[in-house]
């Protein structure tokens, strides 16, 4: 007997996923997601063991291709400075993000129209605040109200401020002489019990799972719930391509299971979740005669245009203690001063600061970010001198898109069922070269404002990409955007990519405040137009 | 998750563990108060971080070849500079057992990744400091797309208590 297809099959249970499922379950849709991870039990996670940096360094990286898990796929990445990071259970990559909460401004929704580069958006800001505040109370968000970097909030965020420590402190006094902003962070991080969850007990290891379930994750703030309402999540299921009818619509998916049986999930409605390395992969491996380039690709853009935010480091060290080991990472504070475009600095667009903590002695010997290895009698002293006394200036670039930087297919390498791995290709621009460097600058004088003696910079951090973004761009023209205003594919009514993948431009800010509103957008126009939805015979 | 070795000690022999403790000597050294490491990684140490990291038992085998030979900063220094990762490795065994050692924690004043209770009732020092109203006397920051050019806001609040005291936010969900 042929199986009941699914109202709608949701591929990959992150961050949009997860908002996509309890939406569309709450609505009274069937919904089945394919995830190619499993749960984890946050008591596994290695951030109050003593044995934590070193995991985080194999099996807690943020890059697979370092972690290299059964549920993992390998990325090819020998054209790129920056490699892409993600996780692959339910949660997906909310399991290991920082938990750093920022919206995208009004202005990177118009950066066409402002800065005469890159593209405008087909929605805007404005439209899609009502979203922010919903996902920030279903996220569950702690902040500050008041920001003057953004216009003015109607509702603020359903928590109180985190903390921002010593360090924050110091920062934050310096930013103050200079006359520049900052602001505490909005983190997706709970700041008192909220929503059946506890509070962040500050051991900043959110990187590697919040053993307290105080940092918002999607395998416990929206799956539960989803499931609760009925919605199947199968874990172990790698899918392999989306299956289309004579008629172009989407009947479903092709995915392995763990011990390689292949299974097919028919659909009425298909969402792509699975970010924005992942999401334009499925597409190219669903090619098929009637469409050669790929699913939904009749705009040649499916994976073109990556943009990962390229992401500089300054430390500064202080004379005094900071505890800076401890504390939301997450950011403590932020800054948007020179986030919009001044001609006169010799590029356009801008960057965000976030201000992280600093990690633990490992971290100090051997620095993940700036600073340097000392060894031998001098080595003691280092240690005392840097382990607690940091600050670090966390710098996101604006990225532009480019068609020039995109996925492919690898000939040559696949995952464990043999499905080709993505290969990444990827320059950074020298509008964003000059503006790091710009912006390393002006960190420099912060930290110096603040009192810091010593400062160190890494100009371009190889493992920084966290934010992956704009391989399968929204617009309102099919020839030059693969996704329409809301997320639906304009060559397949009934396929959605609601990931990261939609961004027309990647702002300088972490995304996924702003991928999780433009997700729960999409999937209320699914619930009000429901009824118009093209389906499959 | 890395596959779990039952003794990863089992495969290293008495040459090798002998010319891990001397570049663990050269690495960090005995200074002051603070033990050498090559004190510090007993076996059970060891043990501990190639449990946490089995995948680490080829690479530090690796650095530990006898062909590097016997002089500790000729072997760091060809590892450095054709085998950087082997390397990598070997440092990474010597400091993740000598910084998971309780005595070494407790010299550097380190505690671990504590649990702390957040106090989020009380005033926070950059509102008491008045950081946050300068920061809002300077007045909005964002570009205003309809201009292009920085917001300008009327009414904008010019302190913190100007912001609490303008209106009434309605509050939905949450606490």
């Known amino acids: ?537 | 998750m890395s596959t779990v070795i039952d003794d990863p000690l089992a495969s290293l022999g008495a040459g090798e563990l002998s010319t891990l403790r001397g570049v663990a000597n050269r690495l960090i050294p005995a200074t002051g108060e603070m033990p050498s490491a090559a004190d510090v990684l007993s076996d059970a140490r060891l043990r501990f971080v190639l449990s946490a990291r089995p995948d680490l038992l080829e690479p530090l085998r690796a650095s530990l070849r006898p062909d590097l030979g016997d002089v500790v900063a000729s072997r760091l220094e060809v590892l450095g500079r054709d085998e950087p990762a082997i390397l990598y490795a070997l440092q990474l065994v010597i400091v993740g057992g000598y910084y998971t050692d309780q005595g070494v924690r407790e010299l550097i004043g380190y505690p671990g990744q504590m649990a702390l209770e957040l106090r989020s009732w009380e005033y926070p020092a950059y509102l008491e400091e008045g950081l946050i109203d300068a920061v809002l006397a300077r007045g909005p920051v964002w570009r205003d797309p309809s201009t292009g050019q920085r917001a300008v806001i009327e009414d904008a609040p010019r302190t913190y208590a100007e912001r609490f005291s303008a209106f009434e936010r309605p509050r939905e969900g949450g606490l």
């Not at chain 1, 969850?197 to 307290?212: F, W």
């Not at chain 1, 995952?415 to 002006?442: C, K, Q, S, W």
């Not at chain 1, 099919?478 to 304009?490: E, F, G, I, M, Q």
């Not at chain 1, 609601?498 to 972490?510: E, I």
Request: with cysteine; proline share 7%.
């Open chain 1, 1 to 537: 007997m042929a199986q009941e297809p699914a109202d709608v099959l949701i591929i990959g249970a992150g961050a949009s996923g997860g908002v996509v499922g309890k939406r569309l379950s709450e609505a009274g849709f069937s919904v089945v997601c394919l995830e190619q991870g499993d749960w984890l039990d946050r008591a596994d996670y290695p951030g109050n063991k003593l044995d934590w940096e070193l995991k985080a360094r194999k099996d807690w990286a943020t890059s697979p291709n370092i972690r290299g898990l059964a549920q993992d796929y390998p990325i090819v990445e020998e054209d790129t400075p920056v490699s892409p990071l993600m996780y692959n259970a339910v949660g997906g990559s909310t399991i290991i993000f920082a938990g750093a909460w920022p919206r995208a401004l009004p202005s990177d929704f118009r950066v066409r129209s402002l800065d005469g580069v890159a593209d405008d958006w087909p929605i805007d800001y404005f439209e899609l605040l009502p979203y922010f505040y919903r996902t920030d109370r279903d996220f569950g968000v702690s902040g500050l109200p008041g920001d003057p970097a953004y216009p003015p909030d109607t509702e603020d965020a359903p928590m109180p401020p985190l903390p921002i420590g010593s360090a924050g402190m110091k920062v934050a006094r310096g930013m103050t002489k200079l006359g520049w902003h900052w602001w505490p962070e909005f983190n997706s991080i709970n700041s008192v019990a909220y929503d059946g969850r506890r509070p962040c007990v500050q051991r900043s290891t959110c990187q590697s799972g919040c053993n307290e379930g105080a940092k918002a994750s999607t395998d416990l703030t929206h799956w539960p719930k989803a499931i609760a309402r009925g919605a199947q999540l199968v874990t172990g299921a790698r899918v392999r391509r989306i299956e289309t009818d004579a008629k172009g619509l989407a009947t479903g998916a092709t995915w392995i299971d763990r011990d390689g049986a292949e299974h097919f999930q028919p659909a009425r409605v298909v969402v792509l979740a699975a970010n924005a390395i992942g999401t334009p992969r499925l597409l190219l491996l669903s090619a098929s005669p009637a469409h050669p380039d790929g699913l939904a690709n009749s705009s040649g853009l499916v994976g073109k245009r990556l943009m990962m935010h390229p992401f500089a480091n300054v430390a500064g060290l202080f004379e005094e203690p900071l505890m800076s080991w401890q504390g939301q990472f997450g950011d403590l504070i932020e800054s948007l001063e020179f986030y919009e475009t001044d001609e006169k600095r010799g590029f356009v667009r801008g960057a965000r600061w976030g201000l992280a903590p600093t990690g633990g002695p490992i971290n100090t010997a051997l620095p993940s970010r700036a600073g340097e290895q000392i060894w031998g009698a001098d080595h003691h002293a280092h240690v005392r001198t840097h382990l607690g006394h940091g600050a670090n200036w966390g710098l996101f670039a604006e990225d532009l898109p480019d068609d020039a930087n995109h996925i492919t297919l690898s000939s040559a390498v696949t995952d464990a069922d043999g499905i080709p791995a993505p290969e990444v290709h990827y320059t950074m621009a020298d509008n964003a070269r000059r503006m790091l460097d710009f912006h390393i600058e002006r960190a420099t004088e912060s930290m110096e404002a603040a009192g810091a003696y010593k400062i160190d910079v890494d100009r371009l951090m190889r493992y920084s990409g966290w934010h992956l973004l704009g391989t399968a761009r929204m617009g309102d023209d099919p020839k030059t955007s693969v996704l329409d205003r809301w997320n639906r594919a304009h060559d397949v009514p009934n396929l959605y990519v609601v990931d990261g993948s939609c961004f027309v431009t990647s702002s300088g800010v972490n995304p996924t405040s702003t991928i999780v509103s433009i997700a729960l957008r999409a999937a209320d126009h699914m619930v009000e137009t429901r009824s118009e939805q093209q389906v499959p015979a």
